[in-house]
């Protein structure tokens, strides 16, 4: 069974770059979250999208943006990247059911 | 403030036994609750969920207990089985949303010795 495609799957950025992670949920999914699990900690809700609208929005800061496309497909827009946005970053997606997970983008700054 | 809790970090249990997973929550508002387990390198996967109208939902042998008076849920795997090491993830959400925005605990890392 498809699952949910994030890319890319490991990311190195230095301070102050920006970074664009992309999610592609599983068919016929209409919802997609993104997720932020910082090193030993649980996954933290950032922000989720319903029919290309944003339907919540968690603890994300005011210099990440993210959207879902037309396809589907989000992207999530990290900019003035601090030391301490290094985490991995879960995408999900769902439809009336419980959250799929990706296999998350392993970003470090540096 | 962690409004779910997993107060053990890690657990080891022998290959046959019975493994316990346990999970407080602090927000009575919680309807929704699941159990995710994660292996390393992968994304969460769903286990079973509970909502807040039962005390026991089973699947195979994985059975979730909720105790709403207590805000206490465990999850039990009967026989656990090497395959089962893995970090497993309480979460708490409300049900008018599918569970879709959810609430984790910080993860017990459950071992499973042959």
Known sequence: ?110 | DQQVKQNSPSLSVQEGRISILNCDYTNSMFDYFLWYKKYPAEGPTFLISISSIKDKNEDGRFTVFLNKSAKHLSLHIVPSQPGDSAVYFCAASYLYNQGGKLIFGQGTELSVKP
Request: proline share 6%; hydrophobic share 30%; aromatic share 12%.
């Open chain 1, 1 to 110: 069974a498809a699952g949910v495609i994030q890319s890319p799957r490991h990311l190195i950025k230095e301070k102050r770059e920006t970074a664009t992670l992309k999610c592609y949920p599983i068919p016929r999914h209409d919802t997609v979250y993104w997720y932020q699990q910082g090193p030993g900690q649980d996954p933290q809700f950032l922000i989720s999208f319903y029919e290309k609208m944003q339907s919540d929005k968690g603890s994300i800061p005011d210099r990440f943006s993210a959207q879902q496309f037309s396809d589907y497909h989000s992207e999530l827009n990290m900019s003035s990247l601090e030391l301490g946005d290094s985490a991995l970053y879960f995408c999900a997606s769902s439809s009336d059911s419980p959250l799929h997970f990706g296999n998350g983008t392993r970003l470090t700054v540096t």
